[in-house]
């Protein structure tokens, strides 16, 4: 474990040595300093979560991921700034990406309180409408077999092909982003709570009829926890997928949200800001992701 800890602490020396070091662009002074700051404030928040974890294996990815982190810094800035070895239009250093980043933090907080909108109406719409609907069929056999046809053919259709249609057709681009939304969420959702509804061990329905509970009794208090893993499942792949849609959408059609700053100022060919937005994006979809899985953990502690 020491040896892995000197590498992380290693890579962070030579990150800030590196962001130090003269440079053949002709840059701020500034870039190299909110450069610097981004380091060190990556390297105390890693450290602080090695110390409050008493689990060594996360220790262990903890120095893994921010050592891959300051691998990543170092070659983008000397690729970049130190050696100028790329167009400078195209690819700013990462100085200049952060200095951009702080200051669009204002923009970009805007642009995704206007896409959380979008996404929340569609992906509880979906969700809403999914599981209620694919419990019934997948309680019911015959209904099930009738149906589970359509889910291969309509489920792996690319919702994104509906983009040009759901534009042109819905009055507002908000309904049409909603809608893409809705069905790039449904189909996970659907097929994975239809499966496990279908799937459910035999066990926990057999003895619910020995009991002679009620068809309502049986759907929302036996079935439906028995496959909360399938439906967790298919809401977080439904969930991922509808951010991508949405800033696919945004990007095609909107005047506001994540996918609409990306795509106004690739526009005006102001990359350093295109590349803040990329990078926005990635973190937003960092933290869904995150805070889905402590949902689930939370969810499903029974299974532990």
Known sequence: ??????????????????????????????????????????HAMAQGKRFMSSDEDKKQSVCDVIAIIYACIVFWEVI??????????????????????????????EGLLSSMKLLSAGYVLALVTAVP?????GWRRRLFRAVNPFTKVLGPIPPIVYIPYAIA???????????????????????NTLNGAFDIDKKYVDSAKVLNVDEKT????????????????????????SFILLTAAEMIGASSGLGW???????????????????????????????SDKLEKRLLAWKN
């Not at 057709?169 to 097929?191: R, Y």
């Not at 439906?224 to 893993?229: F, K, R, S």
Request: hydrophobic share 60%.
């Open 133 to 137: 609907l694919a419990l019934v069929i």
């Open 169 to 191: 057709l819905l009055p507002t681009f908000t309904s049409a982003s909603i809608f893409i939304i809705f069905i790039g969420a449904f189909w996970p959702i659907f097929i």
């Open 80 to 109: 970049t700034s130190k050696l100028d070895r790329l167009e400078p239009l195209l690819f700013p250093g990462p100085g200049k990406v952060v200095f951009t980043f702080i200051q669009e933090i204002p923009y970009l907080l």
């Open 218 to 241: 049986m759907l929302f208090k036996i079935i439906l926890p028995g496959i909360m893993p399938s439906i967790i499942s298919g809401a977080t792949i439904g969930l991922v997928l």
């Open 1 to 42: 474990m020491k040896r892995i800890f000197n590498i992380a602490n290693v890579m962070f020396i030579v990150a800030l040595a590196v962001t130090f070091m003269p440079s053949k662009r002709a840059e701020s002074a500034e870039y190299a300093l909110y450069l610097a700051g981004v380091i060190v404030l990556i």
């Open 261 to 291: 700053y990306v795509k106004y100022f690739s526009d005006f060919a102001d990359y350093p800001k295109v590349v803040v937005g990329i990078i926005f994006i990635g973190m937003v979809v960092t933290g869904i992701t995150y805070f």
